[in-house]
């Protein structure tokens, strides 16, 4: 079964500094999506970023980007200029094509930043 | 769009009650997600339907929950009789279809039984 493991449960950053949130994940498939999704403190999940596994190159959106690494099965999110809206709880996940195509959810890492 | 819409965004009641959560998907989505998020176990998929149909409901705790689509712009997710370990945020979802990568939130429904 897949899992995915985000080892930091909380970060904290200085605004307009850069901070990475790691997270890993385990499988045997070779075609799957991962994500990242933020949930402030009104609670909507908020889709940040995503990637497929077949393309090399790494997502970004803004000043958020990933740093994928598919043979290592890590899949890091980069935010840059970090600003005080981003503070918030961010989940990693995966979705493959098997298992009944469901997405696999991380426990989490709490962002705090501080002004 | 007005994206995912879910209701009553709080919910307080008393053990033994019947709850009844309510969602309506994205128009044009085939695929809806039920999500249970709690502290000690954070985010669980108890269920999810494509085209309305149930595909896999394996997440569903235990048989005093219960979920319905009766079509495509509407679904319900019902706990009868509610516990106070029932207590979380409720989350629904919605995707285009059971393939396509992306699930689009709703903003949850936080539960509360006392």
């Known amino acids: 079964a897949q899992t995915v493991t985000q080892s930091q449960p909380e970060m904290s950053v200085q605004e307009a500094e850069t901070v990475t949130l790691s997270c890993t994940y385990d499988t045997s498939e070779s075609d799957y999506y991962l994500f990242w999704y933020k949930q402030p403190p009104s609670r909507q999940m908020i889709l940040v970023i995503r990637q497929e596994a077949y393309k090399q190159q790494n997502a970004t959106e803004n000043r958020f980007s990933v740093n994928f690494q598919k043979a290592a099965k890590s899949f890091s999110l980069k935010i840059s200029d970090s600003q005080l809206g981003d503070a918030a709880m961010y989940f990693c996940a995966y979705k493959g094509n098997t298992g009944g195509f469901k997405t696999i959810f991380g426990a989490g890492t709490r962002l705090f930043v501080k002004a | 769009d007005a994206g995912v819409i879910q209701s009553p965004r709080h919910e307080v009641t008393e053990m033994g009650q019947e709850v009844t959560l309510r969602c309506k998907p994205i128009s044009g989505h085939n695929s809806l997600f039920w999500y249970r998020q709690t502290m000690m176990r954070g985010l669980e998929l108890l269920i999810y339907f494509n085209n309305n149909v149930p595909i896999d409901d394996s997440g569903m705790p235990e048989d005093r929950f219960s979920a319905k689509m009766p079509n495509a712009s509407f679904s319900t997710l019902k706990i009868q009789p509610s516990e106070p370990r029932d207590s979380a945020v409720y989350f629904c979802?919605?995707?285009?279809?059971?393939?396509?990568?992306?699930?689009?939130f709703g903003p949850g429904t936080r539960l509360l039984v006392l």
């Open positions: 979802a919605s995707s285009f279809d059971i393939l396509q990568e992306t699930q689009y």
